[in-house]
Each structure stands twice: as structure tokens, then as C-alpha cells.
């Protein structure tokens, strides 16, 4: 499949209507984006060829940092090659065999992994069960050195919302750090499309944000924004940072602009979440659970083998929808995951509602 601009792409010579990706504001395409990217890479080259600790790291590099600390008014960030490495770093670098972590069950696989990998205990919790995880916390954290509750803000897979003030409230209560994920919200919900974690949460040095540069903001990479002494750390410990080749100058040229766009122009994230709205209510009409808030929507189909076979009929008839199925979720929940762009417009999705009411 090659994307293409405006909520396009193209397989095998068809044009059809994209539904799956994750280019939320219709930024990877735009022309001020990539013509920061491509001045980026005539100045600094294709790539930095070493890690941010040996030579990688140039001004284009400390620039994003620091526009990234900027936008989420937060003393420091610090750039991961990608948001899984972001995940993996930063959860290896907290936590170890004499930690326990709170892991909720539908964190994305590399929230997931970076909980295994640190050797610590590992427990895993329900947002909608926060009493059984308060009871883990004061069966299983008493003995830890330290503990962290880890999440998503918006689960993937998904499309809801994890309870921050509450598990903000948890962390508090029993002196755990709160590791929050925030991809899928990054740019497109909060104010100003800074994501879920509030001001009233980042009062608490407790908190860890985590985002990704590769969906709303449309180019590539993770980071971590928080206090100094956590950057510092991160800089000192996280090995997938360390250990990478950090990003080229123009992923970093092209995410600063696509930031300064996300601030300049709100109209994308209006525009969104607009179309993930009237989706929801259309859904719903059709007798669809479709709860949940931004730019994810899902369709659960429980079976496999329905799915692919859904997603098919959906691109024989121009759109490109992703069917969801183990690993990447449980046994019988294979879903259609519908993904919104600010570049959808009421008409294809009026287009898609009408082919989903003769499938469903």
C-alpha cells in the first residue's frame, strides 16, 4: 500500500479511501511539512549515522527537543528513535527485579514488552476494575522498591480512554510513578492538543508522559517530556536511546513544523473529531457499541475469519479498514479498526456508513 495525501492511498494501482492509518491531522502529506524535510535533508544528510550519544546528535535534533518541551510545558524532552523504543527505554530504565509493575491489560504491546523486559514483577489490571488494582497495590507494592502503574491515555485498539485522575490519584496514595502513553492522543485531544494528561495531573512529579511523533504529528519517533532529573536519567539509562542511531535530521525538521501547525491551525483536530463523531452516531443508528472518544473507532466481529473477510468487502468497495486479530488482540475480539483523518470529510464517511449498513 502507498499513502497518499488527503485520507488516500493507493494498492495495486486503486485508488481507495484510507481508514487505517494513523495520520490523524492529515500532516505527513503537507507541503509545508515536507518541504521541512527535505531542506532538512539537503542541509544534514540522509541520516546522522550514530546515536545521540556518540555524533547524532545535531541542531535539528536539540531544536525538536527542545519545541517539544515547549508545546507540553515541560522543563525537558528527550527523542527515541521510535515511540516502541520510547516505551521499552523508558519502562527498563525505572523499573527492575526488585519493582512490581501494574501493567493495564490493553496496553500496546510496547508498553507490554518494556514491563517484561525490566524484570519486574509484572501485574496486570483493568481500567474499569480500579478497586482490584488499589488491593494489588497494597497486597504486592508493599514489598517493592518501587512501583509504577502503567497505561495507555488512548487505548489503540480501543478508542477509550484510561482514568488518569484516578490512577494519578492511585500513584499518589501509594507512592508509585504513573508511566503514561499517550500516541494516540498526542496532538489530537486536550487542550490544544497536548493529549489527556492534564495540568492538574503534571502538578504530581509522579507522572511520566510518553508520545510518539509518527501519527498526529505525521513524521517519525518517540519522546519522554517531564522534570530535568527524569531527562537526565533517561539520557544516562534508557539503552534503546542510547544504543540507536537517533533519528534523521529530517523526521526532526518535519515533526517541529507539523507541531507548530497543530498550534497554529486547531481546525484539524475540530476537523477529526468531528468526522469520529458523526462515525460514532452512525454506528450507533446501526445498532454498534461505538463509545469512546477520538480518532479510533472499532467494530467488534469477535471471529477472525469475518474480519478479513469484512475488511475485503470494504476494499473491493473503496475502503481500506484494518482487521484486528490475535496477537494483536484476545481470542474473539477480532475488530474492525476505523481510523479518522482531519482530511476525511463528511461525505466519505457518509460513503463508508452507507457500505458498513449492507455488511452489518
Not at 527485579?97 to 491489560?105: G, Y
Not at 513524521?219 to 536511546?241: H, K, M, T, Y
Not at 460514532?280 to 454498534?288: F, I, N, T, V, Y
Request: with cysteine; charged share 25%; proline share 4%.
Amino acid at each position: 500500500m502507498t499513502p497518499l495525501a488527503d485520507g488516500w492511498c493507493e494498492i495495486e494501482g486503486r485508488r481507495l479511501r484510507n481508514f487505517a492509518g494513523n495520520d490523524y491531522l492529515n500532516l505527513s502529506h503537507d507541503p509545508r511539512v515536507m518541504a521541512a524535510a527535505c531542506e532538512a535533508a539537503r542541509q544534514g544528510g540522509a541520516g546522522v549515522t550514530a546515536s545521540a550519544l556518540v555524533t547524532g546528535r545535531s541542531r535539528w535534533h536539540v531544536q525538536l527537543e527542545a519545541t517539544i518541551a515547549e508545546f507540553l510545558q515541560q522543563p525537558a524532552a528527550i527523542l527515541f528513535p521510535t515511540g516502541y523504543a520510547a516505551n521499552v527505554g523508558t519502562i527498563t530504565a525505572l523499573a527492575g527485579p526488585k519493582d512490581v509493575i501494574f501493567c493495564e491489560r490493553l496496553n500496546h504491546a510496547s508498553l507490554v514488552d518494556g514491563c517484561r523486559l525490566s524484570g519486574a514483577r509484572l501485574r496486570v489490571f483493568r481500567h474499569t476494575e480500579l478497586a482490584k488494582l488499589e488491593r494489588s497495590l497494597e497486597r504486592d507494592g508493599n514489598s517493592a522498591r518501587r512501583r509504577l502503574i502503567v497505561t495507555d491515555s488512548l487505548f489503540s485498539m480501543d478508542g477509550v480512554a484510561a482514568p488518569l485522575d484516578e490512577l494519578a490519584s492511585l500513584a499518589e496514595r501509594h507512592d508509585a510513578l504513573l508511566v503514561v502513553d499517550e500516541a494516540h492522543a498526542f496532538g489530537v485531544l486536550g487542550e490544544n492538543g497536548c493529549g489527556l494528561v492534564s495540568a492538574e495531573i503534571l502538578k504530581s512529579a509522579r507522572v511520566v508522559r510518553i508520545a510518539t511523533l509518527s501519527k498526529a504529528v505525521g513524521s517519525l519517533g518517540g519522546f519522554v517530556a517531564g522534570e530535568r532529573d527524569l531527562i537526565d536519567w533517561l539520557w544516562n539509562r534508557a539503552r534503546p536511546q542510547m544504543f540507536s542511531t537517533t533519528l534523521p535530521p529530517s523526521a526532526c525538521a518535519a515533526a517541529e513544523t507539523a507541531l507548530r501547525l497543530i498550534q497554529q491551525e486547531p481546525w484539524r483536530r475540530e476537523a477529526v473529531l468531528s468526522r469520529a463523531a458523526e462515525l460514532r452516531a452512525g454506528l450507533k443508528e446501526l445498532g454498534q457499541n461505538a463509545e469512546g472518544i477520538g480518532p479510533i473507532v472499532p467494530i467488534m466481529v469477535r471471529d477472525a475469519r469475518r474480519a478479513v473477510e469484512l475488511a475485503g468487502t470494504l476494499e473491493d468497495a473503496g475502503f481500506v479498514v484494518a482487521a484486528i486479530r490475535p496477537p494483536t488482540v484476545p481470542q474473539e475480539t477480532s475488530r474492525l479498526r476505523i481510523t479518522l483523518s482531519a482530511a476525511h470529510s463528511a461525505d466519505a464517511v457518509g460513503e463508508l456508513l452507507r457500505v458498513l449498513r449492507t455488511l452489518l
